[in-house]
């Protein structure tokens, strides 16, 4: 559904240029979850971007349904970070989730009953008429996602969206994507630096190095699902997959080539 | 004890009253009459067509040259803001011509045209236009990158854009341009009416002067200053119903 080869970054040209993705290739398929660790500044960031249609690679593809992108596709709907900056304070809740359906649908009633659909999902059905910053960050959050799913997209795109708010609060946001995910079946892509939220939600995790980033290796997950944070965080098979994950994070990346790569190996030894 | 009267009426009451007394004593020049005297001009003239009169030629010079300075300077402003070439083209005429004050074209402006409304007009435009100009440039400089790549992944137009990112955006950077305009708008309007003899509230305060009428004077040097308060207050007030969700103007919070 969603094909990464050989997807290639630089910025900058000459002497200023920094090469912040070097080589990805990946597959998305319908209905996966799919998970991309790396650690911080590997990239994780621009990669989205460019896999959301807001950066032109360098060189390689992205392709989604076999149509290489050319600028934001109307399948791909984004979940960014930074809740604050993407939500839009001079809007309400409602605003805010409606804001992309204008150009999808016409009836304003059709627009009103998504919307509601949308914070329904994530649990905001009465707070339709605040403004953003009169939540919390965790609900925030939820208006921000309950935008993504109003939007109706095949891939749902997240770029660390739980990096911002407190631990509690990030647990139960990882139970509402897996829900909404079993709820609507959206295809989900989510950045994380967090090994063991990567693999309590994936299907798949495919790990980056740091910059320039290659993919490093793939790890399914075979957990069962529904998961739970206890039941499933108990599972020797977890810890398995998580020290698997952790591993391959903390391997050299083999392309390193900076001058003090073999003193850095002399002291691991 | 509490205190019910503001700071503020305090200062002025003492300002007032030191003038009064100064002014009796005859400390004073009789250019500088005592307040009172003040004062009883401007009861027995508040009602006068004449200064009525005054007061609205001079506001619509304001309105007139704020509209026009405003709409230039913004579209400029955001001309230079969101185009590199039009950056590159303007910057340096700008950054010339900005600090000259609009008085030196008064008497070029006096010959080709004659002591006209157009004049003042035209003059005050050009001192609204630049801080508007600069605070637009600066407003969508500053527009959050988040924001803006939040609008492009979810595929609104461009119009879309402007209406529902880039207008608010820079609106608080707008709102500062625009009381900083409307100040100096009135202040410039109301200098060349009286360098100029164009009639208005600076032209009636020339004639006074010129004929030794002291008190009417300073009446209407007190009628400018509260035009320019009353002005002030109504951007303000129109700035916090606009910016009711910026940071600054929040009333509640989670």
């Known amino acids: ?269 | 004890m509490r205190l019910t009267m503001p700071l503020p009426v305090l200062t002025t009451a003492a300002l007032l009253g030191t003038g009064e007394a100064l002014a009796r004593s005859g400390a004073l020049p009789a250019e500088i009459p005592p307040v009172s005297e003040i004062a009883g001009w401007l009861w027995t003239n508040l009602a006068t067509v004449d200064l009525w009169m005054a007061v609205s030629q001079t506001l619509t010079h304001w309105a007139v040259a704020l509209v026009l300075g405003v709409t230039v300077g913004t579209l400029v402003g955001a001309a230079m803001a969101s185009v590199p070439v039009v950056n590159e083209l303007l910057l340096g005429t700008v950054e010339f011509f900005r600090p000259i004050p609009v008085v030196v074209y008064l008497p070029i402006m006096l010959l080709l045209l004659g002591a006209r409304p157009a004049v003042v007009i035209l003059l005050a435009a050009v001192a609204a236009l630049w801080p508007m100009l600069l605070q637009t440039l600066y407003g969508v400089r500053d527009i959050d990158p988040v924001t803006r790549d939040t609008a492009r992944v979810f595929g609104l137009t461009t119009p879309q854009r402007l209406a529902w990112v880039t207008a608010p955006s820079i609106l608080p950077y707008v709102f500062t341009g625009l009381r900083i305009a409307s100040t100096i708008t009135l202040l410039v309007a109301i200098a060349m009416e009286l360098i100029g003899a164009v009639a208005g509230l600076g032209n009636t305060l020339a004639t006074y002067a010129s004929n030794g009428l002291y008190a009417a004077t300073y009446g209407v040097i007190v009628i400018a200053g509260l035009l320019g308060v009353a002005l002030n207050a109504v951007f303000e007030r129109l700035e916090r119903r606009a910016l009711r969700w910026h940071p600054s103007h929040r009333t509640q919070n989670a």
């Open chain 1, 1 to 269: 559904m969603l094909t990464v080869s050989n997807l290639q970054k630089t910025y900058g040209s000459g002497d200023q240029a920094v090469e912040a993705i070097r080589d990805l290739t990946l597959t998305v398929d319908k209905g996966e979850f799919v998970c991309i660790v790396g650690p911080s500044g590997a990239g994780k960031s621009t990669m989205l971007k460019c896999l959301c249609g807001l950066l032109q690679p360098s060189s390689g593809t992205v392709t989604l349904n076999g149509v290489p992108l050319n600028g934001p596709p109307k399948e791909i709907a984004s979940v960014f970070q930074d809740y604050s900056r993407s939500l839009m304070p001079w809007f309400t809740v409602r605003r805010n989730v409606g804001l992309p359906l204008r150009n999808r649908h016409r009836s304003a009633a059709d627009r009103a009953a998504r919307v509601a659909t949308a914070l329904e999902a994530v649990g905001l059905t009465s707070f339709g008429g605040r403004y953003p910053w009169q939540l919390s960050g965790g609900m925030q959050q939820r208006v921000a996602i309950a935008r993504g799913l109003a939007y109706a997209p095949e891939i749902l795109l997240l770029d660390e969206p739980f990096a911002s708010v407190d631990a509690q609060t990030r647990a139960d946001l990882e139970d509402l994507i897996l829900r909404v995910r079993d709820d609507t079946g959206v295809t989900m892509l989510l950045v994380t630096h967090d090994i063991d939220e990567a693999v309590y939600l994936a299907d798949r995790v495919v790990v980056m190095s740091a910059r320039p980033s290659v993919v490093l290796d793939t790890v399914e997950v075979d957990l069962p699902r529904p998961r739970d944070q206890v039941t499933t965080k108990q599972l020797p098979r977890f810890a398995e997959l998580r020290a698997q994950v952790l591993t391959l994070i903390r391997r050299p990346a083999h392309h390193d080539s900076t001058p003090d790569h073999h003193s850095k190996i002399g002291e691991r030894r």
